[in-house]
């Protein structure tokens, strides 16, 4: 039997805008913008792996707002 993951009630696999968890024959698949990142045997494995990205992915975006302007980028950004 092939191993291919099963759509969903949207009638398909992933939409392309976040992280979504399918069934994938007696496993369960986790994929991000249609790419699989990783297939777990149980159901709470994949719910706790899609929470770890979308905690490291919140941390960073939150790293990016906190980052102050470098010395190299003002100059880049300056207009005379």
Same mark, same amino acid.
């Given at each position: 039997?092939?191993?291919?993951?099963?759509?969903?009630?949207? =009638?398909?696999?992933?939409?392309?805008? @976040?992280? %979504?968890?399918? /069934?994938?024959?007696?496993?369960? $698949?986790?994929? &991000?913008?249609?790419?699989?990142?990783?297939?777990?045997?149980?159901?709470? =494995?994949?719910?706790?792996?899609?929470? @770890?990205? %979308?905690?490291? /992915?919140?941390?960073?975006?939150? $790293?990016?707002? &906190?980052?102050?302007?470098?010395?190299?980028?003002?100059?880049?950004?300056?207009?005379?």
């Amino acid at each position: 039997m092939s191993r291919s993951p099963k759509s969903n009630e949207k =009638g398909g696999i992933q939409d392309g805008k @976040r992280l %979504e968890i399918e /069934k994938w024959d007696r496993n369960f $698949a986790l994929y &991000e913008n249609g790419k699989l990142v990783c297939v777990t045997v149980y159901k709470r =494995g994949a719910l706790e792996v899609k929470r @770890r990205i %979308e905690e490291l /992915k919140a941390q960073i975006a939150e $790293a990016r707002k &906190e980052k102050p302007e470098s010395q190299h980028e003002k100059e880049a950004n300056h207009v005379e």
